[in-house]
T-cell receptor
Framework: DGGITQSPKYLFRKEGQNVTLSCEQN?????MYWYRQDPGQGLRLIYYSQIVNDFQKGDIAEGYSVSREKKESFPLTVTSAQKNPTAFYLC??????????????FGPGTRLTVL | AQKITQTQPGMFVQEKEAVTLDCTYDTSDPSYGLFWYKQPSSGEMIFLIYQGSYDQQNATEGRYSLNFQKARKSANLVISASQLGDSAMYFCAMREANTGNQFYFGTGTSLTVIP
């Protein structure tokens, strides 16, 4: 089945540790995105990538890093520089489709908790 | 200014009744797209419906329709014949042509369907 997978579903991290969240898609979409969601709030864009080996900062990129070495994969690293990393992280992808407005499709999310 | 405003933090609807979730947006770009997503308690964001700014007719997808009033800059979601499984958070989002593929999300509306 085509779709977007994120792993792990739940992740616990000690303060001061870096941690990497996985996002894989087999939809052959060019663009991929990372969002952060805090309780009672909407989604905020961390990073996005329109094409392999290229990515741009979103609204809240500080303390995060990404790579896009393959079309299918867009891992997000939460570094120790991120002061408040406990949140729900959602990955999305989209393809160029004027008729559907480049709709973004989402993975199931990863819930990160810093202990 | 907020790009997307959802003024209803919580809504209740009787099963089998229709419900309208409000969304207003702010943009000066003549070309934009409007989206609605459903987020059940599991966390995954599920795409529901899309409306392009140049579309002449309101979008419909099964029991979902988008009441698009361009002059008022509103894009309300109408769910007909509510079901218990419709209980979830609902997010309105917008993509502007001049900002590429970046989406702006509202803060969401929590819908509870009462048996």
């Amino acid at each position: 089945d085509g779709g977007i997978t994120q792993s792990p579903k739940y992740l616990f991290r000690k303060e001061g540790q870096n941690v990497t969240l996985s996002c894989e898609q087999n939809l052959n979409h060019d663009a991929m995105y990372w969002y952060r969601q805090d309780p009672g709030q909407g989604l905020r864009l961390i990073y996005y990538s329109q094409i392999v080996n290229d990515f741009q900062k979103g609204d809240i990129a500080e303390g995060y890093s990404v790579s896009r070495e393959k079309k299918e994969s867009f891992p997000l690293t939460v570094t120790s520089a991120q002061k408040n990393p406990t949140a729900f992280y959602l990955c999305a992808s989209s393809r160029h489709d004027r008729g559907r407005g480049n709709t973004q499709y989402f993975g199931p999310g990863t819930r990160l908790t810093v202990l | 200014a907020q790009k997307i405003t959802q003024t209803q933090p919580g809504m209740f609807v009787q099963e089998k009744e229709a419900v309208t979730l409000d969304c207003t947006y702010d943009t000066s770009d003549p070309s934009y797209g409007l989206f609605w997503y459903k987020q059940p308690s599991s966390g995954e964001m599920i795409f529901l419906i899309y409306q392009g700014s140049y579309d002449q007719q309101n979008a419909t997808e099964g029991r979902y329709s988008l009441n698009f009033q361009k002059a008022r800059k509103s894009a309300n979601l109408v769910i007909s014949a509510s079901q218990l499984g419709d209980s979830a958070m609902y997010f309105c989002a917008m993509r502007e042509a001049n900002t590429g593929n970046q989406f702006y999300f509202g803060t969401g509306t929590s819908l509870t369907v009462i048996p």
